[in-house]
């Protein structure tokens, strides 16, 4: 007990037939961000900077549904978003329809430093960028050619994609297989949400937590999600860290980030329990996972979904990889 | 005793004792008013998300709170309204940020509920979902009072908010009069026990253009369930971290607390002095308008024929 945990997650709900090779690319950048975090934190980098510094890995690169790479809205542009709270003092930062800063938890993170505010979006939380001299770029580096693929899927389909990561030459195919699980009211072989998400404890027994996303394929534009939202997507305490995905709505009406921690503050649940509970009876018909830390060193991950990218390592030398049950 | 109940806010903070009869009588009018409207709709059978939408109506449209008409005015001397509502039966909710010509943000918010797949709509992108459903819309002027601009300027002549961001908010100056006045709220509850929780607000004076606080955030300012329905008001920073709306509830069933004391504990553990304020039903018809700051704009009413209107502590 007691020691550094960490533990990143690619998305929850995952088509049963996503192809082999898919699987291990996420597989293996899982695994890199997650060496990246461990390294940091044997140089004693404390739990909200290695946070910070995992989830920029995430959002750079384009595999996920984060930073470059992100879902495109109905107009085919980008509108990331991102929170990230330190469990010490609960202090936080987010921002909401970002379109030209690199990496939008970075500027989360600026928020909560930098800024009397907690929560920033569009044209000021740009401007403030600006300000604070973050890396900007045009929004068409984070437009990918395999998302442009999928939004054009989408329109046809005329309804909201989560994710799609087959590559569209190859839907076609996957139609003929499809699943019958859903998410969202959609066919799973359509549907993978690829928000990314870090919780960290480091050796002090600080907690942290961060989430970030290009949101749902189809978007309607000036749409927010769970992800940014501090208490559904992303919550810490001195008890523990927590970064969720899924069906956005059904995180947020069920507040359940900080769920985790209210369970293990007001019913004295471990995290394990804490997450189980959570899972299984706040997310009613809705479907999503999350990864939490406690400031014990455990780590958790839960999920009622099909499948989970995720991974987790504590210090005592343990280390997973996993997408599936 | 299970009957109807109700409560509404229209902002805590540093509300001064000795606010001049001309600042304080209109505003416990249209409190009382307000509660009127409420009341009677209850007893008329209206469901606890309609009558929370149409008495935070009510107080966006009065011009002397800091929702609707008589925002309070961003750095750039606009208008950015936010609202969000939630159904305690089905938890359903449905937010608003960044307007500036919608009439009545809380209904935007409960039309992103009910006729959107989505929670949460901001901005330009707000805006155009408000007319392409015909909502009402103005000149953002129409929201724009005399008194936000001078509280405007006071602001930024007392630099309230560091423009620089690099260092820390400074603490407000004691004499900042009523300018920390945010937000207007209503909960409601049925005697089937239904409930629902509405909040408005201009935010924040002198917030920086783009900044949302905690009342569209379903969890901090806004929240409701099966047990209870709460909106807060206060320094917009605090009820995030704390998530209070959501705190208040998870006491109840977490730790089995009833509905004073979930509030009470929130309202002196959770938050920092003179930070916060909430109103908050339970389904079983009980009503708390706990706060820690100097006074809260509020009154309730409950079927059994308690009622109240208030400013500043009983005692």
């Given at each position: 007990m007691g020691g550094w945990a960490i533990a990143v997650h690619g998305g929850a709900g995952i088509d049963p037939n996503l192809p082999a090779e898919r699987q291990e690319e996420a597989k293996q950048l899982l695994t890199r961000c997650l060496?990246?975090?461990?390294?940091?934190?044997?140089?004693?980098?404390?739990?909200?900077?290695?946070?910070?510094?995992?989830?920029?890995?995430?959002?750079?690169?384009?595999?996920?549904?984060?930073?470059?790479?992100?879902?495109?809205?109905?107009?085919?542009?980008?509108?990331?978003e991102a929170s990230i709270m330190d469990g010490t003092k609960r202090r936080c930062g987010a921002v909401s329809g970002i379109t030209t800063v690199k990496n939008p938890i970075s500027l989360a993170r600026l928020v909560m430093d930098k800024s009397p505010h907690s929560y920033l979006a569009f044209s000021g939380a740009e401007d403030f960028a600006r300000k604070q001299g973050v890396e900007i770029v045009d929004n068409e580096y984070f437009v990918t050619d395999d998302n442009v693929g999928m939004l054009?899927?989408?329109?046809?389909?005329?309804?909201?994609?989560?994710?799609?990561?087959?590559?569209?030459?190859?839907c076609a195919g996957a139609?003929?297989?499809?699943?019958?699980?859903?998410?969202?009211?959609?066919?799973?072989?359509?549907?993978?949400?690829?928000?990314?998400?870090?919780?960290?404890?480091?050796?002090?027994?600080?907690?942290?937590?961060?989430?970030?996303?290009?949101?749902?394929?189809?978007k309607m534009m000036g749409r927010i999600g769970d992800s940014p939202l501090i208490g559904a997507g992303?919550?810490?305490?001195?008890?523990?860290?927590?970064?969720?995905?899924?069906?956005?709505?059904?995180?947020?009406?069920?507040?359940?980030?900080?769920?985790?921690?209210?369970?293990?503050?007001?019913?004295?649940?471990?995290?394990?329990?804490?997450?189980?509970?959570?899972?299984?009876?706040?997310?009613?018909?809705?479907?999503?996972?999350?990864?939490?830390?406690?400031?014990?060193?455990?780590?958790?991950?839960?999920?009622?979904?099909?499948?989970?990218?995720?991974?987790?390592?504590?210090?005592?030398?343990?280390?997973?990889?996993?997408?599936?049950? | 005793m299970v009957g109807w109940a109700i409560a509404l806010h229209?902002?805590?903070?540093?509300?001064?004792?000795?606010?001049?009869?001309?600042?304080?009588?209109?505003?416990?009018?249209?409190?009382?008013?307000?509660?009127?409207?409420?009341?009677?709709?209850?007893?008329?059978?209206?469901?606890?998300?309609?009558?929370?939408?149409?008495?935070?109506?009510?107080?966006?449209?009065?011009?002397?709170?800091?929702?609707?008409?008589?925002?309070?005015?961003?750095?750039?001397?606009?208008?950015?309204m936010e609202a969000s509502i939630?159904?305690?039966?089905?938890?359903?909710?449905?937010?608003?940020?960044?307007?500036?010509?919608?009439?009545?943000?809380?209904?935007?918010?409960?039309?992103?509920?009910?006729?959107?797949p989505h929670i949460y709509l901001a901005f330009d992108a707000a805006e155009a979902f408000a007319r392409a459903h015909g909502v009402e819309t103005v000149d953002s002027s129409h929201f724009i009072t005399p008194e936000n601009i001078a509280r405007l300027k006071q602001a930024k002549e007392f630099n309230r908010v560091q423009l620089d961001y690099t260092v820390p908010t400074p603490k407000v100056p004691d004499n900042c009069g009523d300018s920390q006045i945010g937000t207007v709220g209503c909960v409601a509850v049925d005697s089937a026990g239904n409930l629902a929780s509405a909040t408005s607000t201009g935010g924040y004076v002198n917030k920086m253009v783009g900044r949302i606080g905690d009342t569209p955030v379903i969890g901090a300012g806004t929240y409701a369930n099966h047990l209870c329905a709460i909106s807060a008001t206060g320094k917009e920073e605090e009820i995030i971290r704390g998530t209070v709306a959501r705190d208040v509830a998870a006491l109840m069933e977490y730790k089995g607390l009833?509905?004073?004391e979930a509030a009470a504990y929130v309202v002196d553990q959770s938050v920092p002095r003179g930070s916060c304020g909430l109103v908050a039903v339970s389904a079983n018809g009980e009503v708390t308008m706990p706060f820690n700051t100097t006074g809260m704009f509020r009154a309730c009413a409950t079927e059994d024929g308690y009622s109240e209107i208030a400013i500043w502590p009983n005692n």
């Open positions: 060496n990246l975090g461990i390294v940091a934190l044997r140089s004693n980098i404390s739990a909200i900077d290695v946070v910070e510094l995992v989830i920029r890995e995430l959002e750079t690169d384009p595999l996920f549904n984060s930073g470059r790479g992100s879902a495109l809205t109905e107009k085919g542009t980008v509108e990331m054009k899927l989408a329109k046809e389909a005329n309804s909201i994609l989560f994710d799609y990561r087959i590559p569209p030459m190859g139609a003929a297989t499809d699943s019958p699980i859903q998410m969202n009211g959609l066919p799973i072989s359509i549907y993978a949400p690829e928000t990314v998400g870090c919780v960290v404890v480091d050796g002090e027994g600080r907690c942290a937590a961060g989430t970030s996303t290009g949101g749902l394929m189809n992303t919550y810490a305490s001195d008890f523990c860290g927590v970064s969720c995905t899924g069906e956005g709505e059904a995180i947020i009406r069920a507040t359940l980030a900080r769920d985790v921690s209210a369970v293990m503050e007001y019913k004295g649940l471990n995290l394990q329990e804490a997450v189980d509970y959570v899972i299984k009876h706040r997310l009613d018909e809705g479907f999503a996972g999350l990864i939490a830390v406690s400031n014990k060193g455990e780590v958790v991950c839960g999920f009622n979904s099909n499948g989970m990218f995720r991974g987790c390592a504590t210090e005592d030398g343990f280390m997973e990889v996993a997408i599936w049950e | 229209g902002g805590a903070g540093d509300i001064p004792i000795d606010l001049p009869d001309e600042r304080r009588i209109p505003r416990e009018t249209a409190l009382r008013h307000c509660l009127d409207l409420g009341v009677s709709a209850l007893k008329s059978g209206k469901p606890p998300l309609d009558v929370a939408e149409l008495v935070v109506r009510e107080l966006e449209n009065h011009p002397d709170f800091n929702a609707g008409k008589g925002s309070v005015l961003t750095t750039q001397g606009t208008v950015e939630m159904d305690g039966k089905t938890k359903r909710c449905g937010a608003v940020s960044g307007l500036t010509t919608v009439v009545n943000p809380v209904s935007l918010a409960r039309l992103v509920m009910e006729k959107t009833s509905l004073t």
